[in-house]
C-alpha cells in the first residue's frame, strides 16, 4: 500500500519540475532577446552617450591589456630600446654624412608605412573598413596616367616615394609639363601614345605595398577565429548562417546572406588554390574566408601566403592596369570609334553625332592634353576649378572617415557590451542548472 501511494506520488511530483524547467527556459529566451535588441540599439545615432561609455571602457580593457603584455616581455622591449631606438634617435638629433641618408630612409618608411596603413584600412573591420582604393589609390594612379600622357613622359617623379601622402601632394601634380622636358613619347592625331606597361612600373610598388597591407588586414578574422576553434566555440559570424534566413531581410541581403551559406557548405573544398582565387578578385565575401580558413584548421602560411599573392601580386595588378587602360588616351580612342560606328547606325542619333563628338573631343581637350598658356583670366578659372574639385573631393573623403569612425566605435562598444551579456547569461545558466538539479 505503501508503495503504491509513493508511485502515484512520483509524477505530481515530476509535473512542476518540468514547469518549471520550462518557465526557467522560457526567461533565458526573454534575456535573449532583450540583449539582443540592446545590441540594436547601441549605437551613436540611437544612444550616443552610452555608446561612447562602452567604447571608452573597451579601449581600457585594451591599454590595460597591452601594458600587462609589455611588462611580461619587458626584457625583450629593454633590449629593442638599447639596439634600436637609442641608436636612431642618436642618428636623427646628430648632424654629419650620414644625415641625407637618415632624410632618405624616413621618407621610404613614411612612404611604405602609408601605403601598407591604406590597404590595412581597406580590409579590416569585416566589411566596415575603410575603402581606400576609391579614396587615394584609384585616384593616386588615374592623376599620374593623366599627367603622363598630357606630358608625354613616363619620368615625372623625382624619387619612388613622390606619391600622395598624408597632408602632402606630389610634386609632379602642380608641375607645368616643360618643367619635366620635351615628350619622349610621340604624339598622334589623337593623343599621345604611351604603353601601358611603361606606365605600371611608375605606380606598381605603391600598388603592391597597398595589397600587401590589404592582406595583413584579413589577419585579424583568421585569428579570431582559430582562437574560437582552439576554445571549443564557435564565431558569432558562423553562428548567424546556422540560423534560417528570416523574411525580414531584403533581396540584397539574403542573396548575401545565401552566399555566405554555400561557401560554408562547401567549406571542405579550402585550400590554397581556392583561396587564391577568393583573394584574387575583389570579393566583399572574403572576410567569411578567412573566418572558414580559422575555423576548420587551414594552416597559417597557406592561407597568409595565398591571400598575399592574391590581394598583393594578382588583384592589385588587375585593378591597376585598370585604372591605366581607364585615363590612357588609347582606350579612349577606340571606345570613341567603337561608340561612333554603334550610334551612326541608330536612326535619328546620327544627324546629332557630330555636336556629340565635338563636345567629347573638347572635354578630352581638356582634361589630357598639355595646358596652353592663356590668358590670365583662364588660369583664374583653372585655380577655381581645381578649389571646387578640392574642396567637394575632401569633404567626401572626410565623410567616408566620419563614417569609418562611427562604424569603429560603434562595433567596439557593442563587442564589449556583448561580452558582458555573455558572463550574464553564463551566470543565469549556471543557477538555473543548479536550482533545476536540487528540484530533481
Known amino acids: 500500500m505503501g508503495r503504491r501511494k509513493a508511485t502515484a506520488a512520483a509524477p505530481g511530483a515530476a509535473a512542476p519540475a518540468r514547469g518549471s524547467s520550462r518557465a526557467a527556459d522560457g526567461v533565458i529566451s526573454e534575456i535573449r532577446e532583450k540583449h539582443k535588441?540592446?545590441?540594436?540599439?547601441?549605437?551613436?545615432?540611437?544612444?550616443?552617450?552610452?555608446?561612447?561609455?562602452?567604447?571608452?571602457?573597451?579601449?581600457?580593457?585594451?591599454?590595460?591589456r597591452l601594458a600587462t603584455y609589455i611588462l611580461s616581455k619587458r626584457a625583450l622591449f629593454a633590449v629593442l630600446i638599447v639596439l634600436v631606438v637609442i641608436p636612431g634617435v642618436t642618428l636623427l638629433v646628430t648632424d654629419g654624412l650620414h644625415k641625407k641618408h637618415v632624410q632618405e630612409f624616413l621618407?621610404?618608411?613614411?612612404?611604405?608605412?602609408?601605403?601598407?596603413?591604406?590597404?590595412?584600412?581597406?580590409?579590416i573591420g569585416l566589411g566596415s573598413g575603410l575603402h581606400t582604393f576609391v579614396l587615394y589609390l584609384g585616384p593616386h594612379i588615374a592623376l599620374f596616367t593623366i599627367k603622363a600622357v598630357q606630358c608625354g613622359r613616363v619620368d615625372l617623379k623625382s624619387a619612388p616615394y613622390d606619391t600622395i601622402l598624408l597632408k602632402q601632394a606630389p610634386s609632379w601634380l602642380d608641375k607645368k609639363c616643360s618643367e619635366f622636358g620635351s615628350p619622349m613619347y610621340p604624339a598622334t592625331d589623337h593623343s599621345?601614345?604611351?604603353?601601358?606597361?611603361?606606365?605600371?612600373?611608375?605606380?606598381?610598388?605603391?600598388?603592391?605595398?597597398?595589397?600587401?597591407?590589404?592582406?595583413?588586414?584579413?589577419?585579424?578574422?583568421?585569428?579570431?577565429?582559430?582562437?574560437?576553434?582552439?576554445?571549443g566555440s564557435e564565431l558569432e559570424a558562423v553562428k548567424e548562417l546556422d540560423v534560417a534566413p528570416s523574411t525580414e531581410d531584403g533581396?540584397?541581403?539574403?542573396?548575401?546572406?545565401?552566399?555566405?551559406?554555400?561557401?560554408?557548405?562547401?567549406?571542405?573544398?579550402?585550400?590554397?588554390?581556392?583561396?587564391?582565387?577568393?583573394?584574387?578578385?575583389?570579393?566583399p565575401l572574403f572576410d567569411l574566408a578567412g573566418i572558414m580558413c580559422g575555423q576548420f584548421g587551414i594552416p597559417f602560411w597557406e592561407f597568409f601566403f595565398a591571400t598575399l599573392i592574391g590581394?598583393?601580386?594578382?588583384k592589385t595588378h588587375i585593378q591597376t592596369l585598370f585604372i591605366i587602360s581607364l585615363c590612357n588616351n588609347q582606350l579612349l580612342y577606340l571606345m570613341e570609334k567603337e561608340l561612333i560606328w554603334i550610334f551612326g547606325h541608330i536612326p535619328g542619333f546620327s544627324a546629332n553625332l557630330p555636336s556629340v563628338i565635338a563636345k567629347l573631343h573638347s572635354a578630352k581637350e581638356k582634361y589630357l592634353s598639355p595646358p596652353a598658356s592663356g590668358s590670365p583670366s583662364s588660369q583664374i578659372e583653372d585655380k577655381q576649378w581645381n578649389f571646387s574639385f578640392a574642396f567637394i573631393w575632401n569633404s567626401v573623403v572626410w565623410l567616408v572617415l566620419m563614417n569609418f569612425f562611427i562604424k569603429i566605435v560603434t562595433s567596439t562598444a557593442q563587442d564589449y557590451r556583448k561580452r558582458q551579456q555573455d558572463v550574464e547569461m553564463e551566470l543565469i545558466t549556471d543557477s538555473s542548472s543548479l536550482s533545476h538539479s536540487k528540484t530533481n
Request: aromatic share 12%; proline share 6%.
Open 37 to 64: 535588441l540592446e545590441l540594436e540599439n547601441l549605437t551613436l545615432t540611437k544612444h550616443p552617450f552610452r555608446t561612447l561609455h562602452f567604447f571608452m571602457l573597451a579601449m581600457l580593457q585594451y591599454l590595460k
Open 107 to 123: 621618407h621610404y618608411a613614411r612612404f611604405v608605412l602609408w601605403w601598407v596603413s591604406l590597404g590595412v584600412a581597406s580590409s
Open 251 to 283: 533581396p540584397v541581403a539574403s542573396n548575401v546572406n545565401r552566399t555566405k551559406r554555400w561557401l560554408l557548405s562547401h567549406s571542405q573544398h579550402l585550400n590554397f588554390f581556392t583561396i587564391l582565387i577568393l583573394a584574387s578578385v575583389p570579393n
Open 311 to 314: 590581394k598583393a601580386i594578382i
Open 192 to 231: 599621345v601614345m604611351i604603353p601601358v606597361f611603361d606606365l605600371l612600373p611608375q605606380v606598381q610598388l605603391e600598388a603592391v605595398l597597398w595589397g600587401i597591407g590589404t592582406a595583413l588586414g584579413e589577419l585579424p578574422p583568421y585569428f579570431i577565429s582559430r582562437a574560437a576553434r582552439l576554445s
